[in-house]
């Protein structure tokens, strides 16, 4: 991985420029990172399990 540090006048490090594609490589990471947290923690959760189309349904019903 190519990186480029912007710095203060003082040389400390306030930045970093990376390539493109390194940077959508991360952030598709990320995403799914974060998937993989709510996974844990809803099933962790002690929360009523309810089918996704009934889900939905109840989501459009409130939307009413």
């Given at each position: 991985?190519?990186?480029?540090?912007?710095?203060?006048?003082?040389?400390?490090?306030?930045a970093?420029?990376?390539?493109?594609?390194?940077?959508?490589?991360i952030?598709?990471?990320?995403?799914?990172?974060?998937?993989?947290k709510?996974?844990?923690?809803?099933?962790?959760?002690?929360?009523?399990?309810?089918?996704?189309?009934?889900?939905?349904?109840?989501?459009?019903?409130?939307?009413?």
């Amino acid at each position: 991985m190519t990186l480029q540090f912007i710095s203060d006048d003082k040389g400390n490090k306030i930045a970093v420029i990376l390539p493109i594609e390194e940077y959508k490589r991360i952030c598709e990471e990320l995403e799914e990172l974060e998937s993989i947290k709510a996974y844990d923690a809803a099933k962790a959760s002690k929360d009523e399990i309810i089918p996704f189309e009934e889900a939905i349904k109840e989501i459009e019903k409130s939307r009413e």
